[in-house]
């Protein structure tokens, strides 16, 4: 990822890339061959230079990467999660409050052009599915998938119920997922989400796929909405327009004017509208939103509080998943 950054951050009039640096020599000057920037030697040799920076490190060095940056009040564009835990997470969100540093997280599905798409629609979901799988990279097999990659939706959920959660059922499967200390970590999970505001979610990530999936359905009153991220493509059927016309065939199958039901296909009564999208590049509209949050034009577009809100809800649907299940271990095994 530091590596994409480097390139939209070269390729814009709206910064100058400095620098890059690397905890392996030879891929910063790779980078920066590449790009046209310098290899710079250290962390401390940045925070000389820079103005502004993306971390794009693993998480469990996330908080000790940004806190010399924030402490000078360089802005950051940390890379998601925020933080490996809560704690870690909120003591960002601390730093950059006591020092007054601009921070925005690496929420990239934010700046899909579908998702971008079916924000401006406004609607106001009542239930939400989303399900997000994939094979296995064999990276992040530390991580499980929930922190991995299931926090990409969580973030889009939270900004689309726009409520306070009551309510987490969950259920997890570790099948080759092991921590850091050789626990066992989901491989894949299922959460069901109750907001306070009645809105429910239904989430399902899994890196034992065997093909890839990522969709999101958003269904309301006013509209339901399907999202395809990978094709960065989507569908919306509106109330208006469409409820008359399935109420006329309703009436005439009662009154017995259709007698034939064979030849009433629901699809074709539903007047469906693909979603405007725009082309432009997840990654560089990312990096726009952050620059204007930089130049002080904008709030950051997933400031601190969200990043740490995602990592909060995260650690919640991790914690509800049962050890019994998790491992695969009958109630009645465990002595």
Same mark, same amino acid.
């Given at each position: 990822?530091?590596?994409?950054?480097?390139?939209?951050?070269?390729?814009?009039?709206?910064?100058?890339?400095?620098?890059?640096?690397?905890?392996?020599?030879?891929?910063?000057?790779?980078?920066?061959?590449?790009?046209?920037?310098?290899?710079?030697?250290?962390?401390? *040799?940045?925070?000389?230079?820079?103005?502004?920076?993306?971390?794009?490190?693993?998480?469990?060095?996330?908080?000790?990467?940004?806190?010399?940056?924030?402490?000078?009040?360089?802005?950051?564009?940390?890379?998601?999660?925020? *933080?490996?835990?809560? *704690?870690?997470?909120?003591?960002?969100?601390?730093?950059?409050?006591?020092?007054?540093?601009?921070?925005?997280?690496?929420?990239?599905?934010?700046?899909?052009? %579908?998702?971008?798409?079916?924000?401006?629609?406004?609607?106001?979901?009542?239930?939400?599915?989303?399900?997000?799988?994939?094979?296995?990279?064999?990276?992040?097999?530390?991580?499980?998938?929930?922190?991995?990659?299931?926090?990409?939706?969580?973030?889009?959920?939270?900004?689309?119920?726009?409520?306070?959660?009551?309510?987490?059922?969950? !259920?997890?499967?570790?099948?080759?997922?092991?921590?850091?200390?050789?626990?066992?970590?989901?491989?894949?999970?299922?959460?069901? !989400?109750?907001?306070?505001?009645?809105?429910?979610?239904?989430?399902?990530?899994?890196?034992? *796929?065997?093909?890839?999936?990522?969709?999101?359905?958003?269904?309301?009153?006013?509209?339901?909405?399907?999202?395809?991220?990978?094709?960065?493509?989507?569908?919306?059927?509106?109330?208006?327009?469409?409820?008359?016309?399935?109420?006329?065939?309703?009436?005439?199958?009662?009154?017995?004017?259709?007698?034939?039901?064979?030849?009433?296909?629901?699809?074709?009564?539903?007047?469906?509208?693909?979603?405007? !999208?725009?082309?432009?590049?997840?990654?560089?509209?990312? !990096?726009? %939103?952050?620059?204007?949050?930089?130049?002080?034009?904008?709030?950051?577009?997933?400031?601190?509080?969200?990043?740490? %809100?995602?990592?909060?809800?995260?650690?919640?649907?991790?914690?509800?998943?049962?050890?019994?299940?998790?491992?695969?271990?009958?109630?009645?095994?465990?002595?």
């Amino acid at each position: 990822m530091g590596r994409l950054h480097a390139r939209v951050y070269s390729e814009t009039e709206r910064a100058n890339l400095v620098g890059v640096y690397d905890a392996n020599p030879d891929k910063a000057e790779a980078v920066a061959a590449e790009f046209g920037c310098a290899a710079l030697p250290s962390l401390g *040799a940045a925070l000389e230079v820079a103005k502004a920076v993306t971390i794009a490190v693993p998480t469990n060095i996330h908080l000790a990467t940004a806190e010399p940056f924030l402490r000078k009040r360089v802005a950051c564009l940390i890379e998601k999660p925020l *933080a490996k835990d809560v *704690a870690e997470a909120r003591r960002i969100v601390e730093l950059a409050r006591e020092h007054g540093a601009v921070v925005q997280v690496g929420h990239i599905e934010r700046f899909n052009p %579908a998702v971008r798409a079916m924000e401006r629609l406004d609607i106001r979901p009542r239930f939400i599915e989303v399900v997000r799988v994939s094979p296995l990279t064999f990276r992040s097999i530390d991580v499980g998938v929930v922190l991995d990659m299931m926090i990409h939706d969580i973030d889009i959920v939270l900004r689309l119920a726009a409520s306070r959660v009551e309510r987490i059922d969950s !259920i997890g499967v570790s099948v080759i997922g092991a921590g850091p200390a050789g626990e066992p970590v989901e491989d894949i999970c299922n959460a069901r !989400i109750v907001f306070e505001n009645g809105c429910v979610a239904n989430l399902t990530a899994s890196r034992l *796929a065997l093909r890839t999936e990522r969709r999101m359905r958003v269904f309301s009153t006013e509209a339901y909405v399907s999202i395809d991220y990978q094709k960065k493509y989507g569908v919306v059927a509106r109330r208006s327009g469409n409820l008359e016309a399935i109420r006329s065939a309703v009436a005439r199958i009662r009154s017995g004017e259709v007698q034939d039901l064979s030849g009433l296909n629901f699809a074709d009564l539903v007047n469906i509208e693909e979603l405007e !999208i725009d082309d432009t590049e997840p990654l560089r509209a990312e !990096i726009d %939103a952050f620059l204007d949050a930089v130049g002080g034009n904008a709030s950051p577009a997933a400031s601190a509080e969200d990043g740490l %809100a995602a990592v909060e809800l995260a650690t919640r649907i991790v914690a509800s998943i049962a050890p019994r299940t998790l491992t695969g271990l009958r109630e009645d095994s465990v002595h």
